[in-house]
């Protein structure tokens, strides 16, 4: 589990792919021989990777094809710029939000521009992911937690502090570059937990669940109320 806070921009050392898989190697001031450990999670980009060997301040590790496919991570190069973040300990703060690690989908940047002290960001989404991105809810862009400022049909907004633009790898993204997005994970559940049907036996549901049903909040009380 990640919060969205990258700790260091790291650079790629070396990056080898196969047909459907590769193999990654990633210099960071964060990662260090006795506090880094083989099997652990670490995110690039916001994709969350396991640790296969850690010399001095380099890490590997290796990315499946189902990685490769759904994020941007085949497009790096040796001296690319990545975000990292190690996982959040059990007694960590949670300075960001929620942050699985698992990419939903890759976005492209349609326009940066100056607001005041803030740059903002327009990035194009897949349409079947933008109905989880609202307007003030969390979004993680390459690993970086964010507050969404608009969402349409196929884009969203997001606005960084300067602080946030020179500490990640944002700072070097134009117009055309692509970002790894991960949705807040509760809009995925709450969707999953909406379109399973209930399950019964052949003459009906269980009576246990029966009982649970008959005081579950359903889609209809939701509108009804408001939601």
């Known amino acids: 589990m990640f919060t969205g806070i990258i700790e260091d921009v790291g650079t790629v050392t070396s990056l080898r792919c196969g047909v459907d898989s590769a193999s990654i190697a990633v210099s960071s001031s964060v990662v260090v021989t006795d506090r880094t450990r083989v099997g652990e999670s670490i995110a690039v980009n916001g994709v969350c990777l396991t640790v296969t060997s ?3 301040t380099t890490f590997t590790a290796d990315v499946m094809h189902e990685t490769l496919r759904r994020s941007s991570l085949g497009s790096l190069r040796r001296g690319s710029h990545v975000n990292v ?3 959040m300990p059990a007694d960590g ?3 960001g939000h929620l942050v699985s690690g698992h990419i939903d989908g890759v ?5 940066v521009t100056t607001d005041g002290i803030a740059t903002s960001y327009a990035i194009g989404a897949p349409k079947p992911l933008m109905r989880f991105i609202a307007r003030k809810g969390s ?3 390459d690993g970086i937690s964010l507050t969404v400022t608009f969402a349409d049909e196929c884009s969203f907004g997001v606005s960084v502090i300067p602080h946030t633009a020179s500490h990640t790898v944002l700072a070097e993204r ?3 570059d692509l970002v790894n997005l991960e949705i807040d994970p509760i809009a995925r559940y709450v969707q999953r937990l909406m379109s399973m049907p209930e399950i019964g036996d052949a003459g009906g549901r269980h009576h246990a669940d029966k009982d649970a049903s008959e005081s579950a909040i359903t889609e209809s009380f939701l509108r009804s109320h408001g939601f």
């Open 54 to 56: 850690v010399h001095g």
């Open 139 to 141: 979004i993680t862009v």
């Open 85 to 87: 973040e190690r996982a």
């Open 107 to 111: 976005g492209t940047v349609e326009s």
């Open 174 to 176: 134009r117009t055309g």
């Open 93 to 95: 703060r949670f300075s």
